[in-house]
C-alpha cells in the first residue's frame, strides 16, 4: 500500500513570495489533515479536510494561508506572502475514522525556508 | 484544549541500554499514538495505543487512560533508535486532529 506522498521536499523563497505544496494521501482515506512543524517543537494542526469540505481550519492564519482539496482527494497549501515565521515542515496526514481506529499516517513533508 | 507533556525532553544512552518515555495528558482520548520522528523528518507510526499494552520487537507500549499517561518502553536499544519520539493524542471531544508533545530526543551512543 503507498503511504501519504508529498512534494516538493524541498523550498527556499525569499519573504513576501508565494508557496505551494501538495499531497496525496492513501488511497480510500477521507480524512486528510495538514500540520505545521517548527523546528524543535511537535506538529500543530493547521487544517482538516473530511472528503473535500473543511472540519477544523480555527488554527490556519487565513490572511496568508488557504488550502484545498478538489474531489476528496489529492490537496494543496499555499502561502502568500510568505514571512520568516513560516520556515518548518509541512507535513500533510491521512486516516480513515470510519473504521473505528483513527489511525493516521504522514507524509515525508515538505521542509521550506523563508529567507 | 488538551495538554500533552513528554518526558525527558532528552535522553543520551549507551547502546544495548532500555529506557522508558513518559506522555501525560490531560484530558480523556479517544486515540493515542506513538511516533519516532527519524532523522531525515519522516513520522513513523509506532503504536496506535488509547488502553492497554502492546509490543513490537524491542519496543512496547502501555497507556493508563484513567490515570493520563503513556509509556514508550525502549530495550536492548541501537543506533538507529536514535531521533525524536512523539506522542499525540486525539481529544475525546470529537475533534480528530492529533495533539502532539514536544517529544523526547533520544541518542544513543555506540
Known amino acids: 500500500e503507498a503511504g501519504v506522498a508529498q512534494s516538493p521536499r524541498y523550498k527556499i523563497i525569499e519573504k513576501r513570495q508565494s508557496v505551494a505544496f501538495w499531497c496525496n494521501p492513501i488511497s480510500g482515506h477521507a480524512t486528510l489533515y495538514w500540520y505545521q512543524q517548527i523546528l524543535g517543537q511537535g506538529p500543530k494542526l493547521l487544517i482538516q479536510?473530511?472528503?473535500?469540505?473543511?472540519?477544523?481550519d480555527s488554527q490556519l492564519p487565513k490572511d496568508r494561508f488557504s488550502a484545498e482539496r478538489l474531489k476528496g482527494v489529492d490537496s494543496t497549501l499555499k502561502i502568500q506572502p510568505a514571512k520568516l515565521e513560516d520556515s518548518a515542515v509541512y507535513l500533510c496526514?491521512?486516516?480513515?475514522?470510519?473504521?473505528?481506529?483513527?489511525?493516521?499516517?504522514f507524509g515525508a513533508g515538505t521542509r521550506l525556508s523563508v529567507l | 484544549g488538551i495538554q500533552v507533556e513528554q518526558s525527558p525532553p532528552d535522553l543520551i544512552l549507551q547502546e544495548g541500554a532500555n529506557s522508558t518515555l513518559r506522555c501525560n495528558f490531560s484530558d480523556s482520548v479517544n486515540n493515542l499514538q506513538w511516533f519516532h520522528q527519524n532523522p531525515w523528518g519522516q513520522l513513523i507510526n509506532l503504536f496506535y495505543i488509547p488502553s492497554g499494552t502492546k509490543q513490537n520487537g524491542r519496543l512496547s507500549a502501555t497507556t493508563v487512560a484513567t490515570e493520563r499517561y503513556s509509556l514508550l518502553y525502549i530495550s536492548s536499544s541501537q543506533t538507529t533508535d536514535s531521533g525524536v519520539y512523539f506522542c499525540a493524542v486525539e481529544a475525546g471531544t470529537g475533534r480528530r486532529a492529533l495533539t502532539f508533545g514536544s517529544g523526547t530526543r533520544l541518542q544513543v551512543q555506540p
Open positions: 496526514a491521512s486516516s480513515t475514522p470510519g473504521t473505528g481506529r483513527n489511525i493516521q499516517y
Open positions: 479536510f473530511q472528503n473535500n469540505g473543511v472540519v477544523d
